[in-house]
């Protein structure tokens, strides 16, 4: 598996962080860690942190964090590029004049005079406005205004009074106290306010534990004209189909549990967003979405236009999928036409499919709606990869996001969803393809095919499902199934006793493998630490539950752990409790019967 190291990833002691005595920004007076409390170090902040569970904190969101810094600098190029302001970063000194991003249709003209300069840790009069509406400890906006230049002011928000009280210590610690300003106050109400006083916010970054849901409505509102929102989403049971009425009452849309479903979350999140901007005649234009670890992260531009607006039914998509091979079609929910110099608006057209399906003839669930437009502005994606390679060693997570930003500079922007190889071979109950494999199929079939950033195996095409089908129909002819084992009623048997009108060639094509494999960057990167993931929601007074923790440490990795099955028998066999176990003794669980609750 390709793999960033984990030291690019956790800030943790074993894992890149450095304690009290190492490197960093020289410590202010009075900002010394007390008991309970240690230094954590990432990228160019240093920052007191409570050991007990006081105050949020995840190592493993290091690579979120770098990736917002490198977002916000090429932001900021794209920002004050109008106000004659040149944003330089280190090493870009010697180039002479910063490379600046292309002009955008509608922008003002470039100012003639020499330009000012901004770089990191300096304010920029006229620069960008931040708002971190749930800081916690402050980490992230002491990273910005250290890290990113072309900032005016910084204000790191947080309801909580010990993450304030810890906010002040690290901004003092750190010497930054110019440009960030903690506050305490709720995330809302100070966006609501902001909205009302005319000050809105030309970055607002939403990272909160769980759902973003309840801050969107003010976000939309209060950040400026062409302003960037930076939202996190880690609630992905709810966004990847394991609770879909929660989904829709979070973010309007019905999440599915497919093979895709990690980027449906995305366009889920994009469709909430856009949503909630066409309230107030604004809508949403996408630079970056990301899916990685457990979260999903996407960086939108929000802008103001009434006619524009009316356009947004036509980005929302349905998802009609297919429960039994899996194959999936999007139906718009609106439809835009040329007229003229302009645009005719009207309902789509539908449905997409019959009452089942053709392959398979089994039903379709539905979800959505989704965002059905490009997720990735691809010249904002060249212009952090080009950033990246005129100033190397910024960040610790380098490695993995130069390689996740060339995969998503590769994807198919047009095509919606993607397929997997095991899917696609599983449903035939067949032998799996490489990669290379059905990549060379699809091409000499005369289609597009990319990788997704969003899962390892996928296959992003736009060539229609019956074609997939052939393709796969002449690999079984290559690789015969085993026809005893399957029913006349399953998918696969259906597929199958169709004769493919394709007949495909699996022979290696030449730009079968894609340009990140062929310079083997690092794309899918492992998991960073043990008991690696999620971590609890801060509390008062820190810690976490005695039966959480050991429930955790039991249940982690359990079967790689113990591949003999030994220390299973602590586990409940589902079998006993259900009627009978047909493994009997020789089963690796047990079949004590459960202790009934005293009377």
């Known amino acids: 598996m390709d793999g960033a190291s984990p030291n690019g990833l956790a800030t943790l002691p074993s894992s890149g962080a450095t304690q009290e005595g190492s490197a960093g920004p020289p410590q202010s007076e009075g900002a010394a860690p007390g008991s309970g409390e240690t230094l954590i170090t990432e990228g160019r902040a240093t920052i007191v942190f409570p050991s007990a569970n006081e105050v949020f904190y995840n190592p493993v969101q290091g690579f979120n964090r770098d990736l917002t810094c490198a977002v916000l600098t090429e932001f900021a190029r794209l920002q004050l590029r109008p106000k004659g302001i040149q944003v330089i970063l280190p090493g870009e000194e010697e180039l002479g004049e910063s490379p600046q991003s292309p002009p955008e249709a509608g922008d003002p003209p470039t100012v003639p005079e020499t330009p000012r300069t901004a770089r990191p840790g300096e304010p920029c009069e006229g620069g960008l406005r931040v708002l971190e509406a749930l800081a916690a400890s402050g980490l992230r906006s002491v990273r910005f205004a250290r890290e990113v230049p ?8 947080d309801c909580s009074p010990r993450a304030a009280e810890l906010m002040a210590r690290n901004v003092a610690r750190n010497g930054v106290g110019a440009l960030v300003t903690p506050r305490l106050a709720d995330a809302r109400m100070l966006m609501y306010q902001s909205k009302a006083q005319r000050e809105p916010f030309d970055v607002i970054d939403l990272d909160p534990y769980g759902s973003p849901a309840p801050f969107l409505d003010a976000a939309v509102q209060a950040v400026s004209e062409g302003g960037l929102l930076c939202v996190t989403c880690t609630d992905m049971a709810v966004m990847a189909g394991n609770s879909a009425e929660t989904c829709y009452s979070k973010y309007g849309a019905v999440s599915l549990k497919g093979k895709f479903c990690h980027e449906m979350a995305l366009r889920i999140i994009l469709h909430s967003l856009d949503l ?28 103001t236009g009434q006619a524009k607006v009316k356009a947004s039914a036509s980005k929302q998509a349905l998802v ?53 437009e490009p997720l990735h502005d691809p010249a904002f994606v060249e212009g952090m990869l080009a950033a990246l390679e005129r100033s190397p060693g910024r960040f610790s997570t380098e490695p993995r996001m130069r390689g ?39 091409l000499h079939a005369g289609f597009r095919v990319s990788l997704s950033h969003a899962c390892r195996n996928a296959v992003k095409t736009d060539a229609p499902p019956a074609v997939l089908w052939d393709i796969m129909r002449c690999w079984a002819k290559l690789h015969p199934v085993k026809w005893e084992r399957l029913p006349d009623s399953s998918p696969a048997a259906r597929i199958l006793v169709v004769e493919p009108t394709l007949q495909a060639s699996f022979t290696l094509h030449e730009d079968a493998n894609p340009s990140s494999r062929k310079r083997g960057l690092k794309r899918f990167p492992e998991n960073p630490e043990a008991f690696w993931g999620p971590k609890a929601k801060a509390k008062p007074g820190g810690g976490i539950a005695p039966s959480l923790q050991e429930k955790r440490e039991r249940l982690q990795n359990k079967r790689t752990q113990r591949p003999d099955g030994a220390g299973l028998k602590q586990f409940p066999c589902k079998r006993f409790k259900e009627g009978t176990c047909p493994q009997g003794e020789k089963c690796c669980y047990s079949h004590e019967p459960a202790p009934t609750a005293p009377h």
């Open 404 to 442: 996740m930003l060339s995969v998503i500079a590769e994807e198919l922007s047009d095509v919606p969803l993607y397929y997997t190889l095991d899917g696609l071979s599983s449903t035939i109950r067949s032998n799996t393809p490489s990669l290379l494999q059905l990549r060379s199929a699809l």
């Open 320 to 372: 009609f999928h297919c429960v039994g091979c899996g194959s999936h079609h999007l139906q718009r929910l609106g439809r835009a036409t040329s007229h003229g110099s302009g645009f005719k608006y009207s309902a789509a057209t539908g449905p997409p499919v019959g009452p089942t399906c053709e392959f398979c003839q089994q039903r379709h669930q539905v979800g959505g709606p989704v965002w059905a």
């Open 150 to 157: 072309g900032l005016g002011a910084v204000v790191a928000s």
């Open 276 to 303: 909630r901007a066409n309230c107030y005649q604004r809508f949403v234009v996408p630079l970056l979405s990301v899916s990685a670890d457990f979260y999903v992260r996407v960086f939108v531009r929000v802008f």
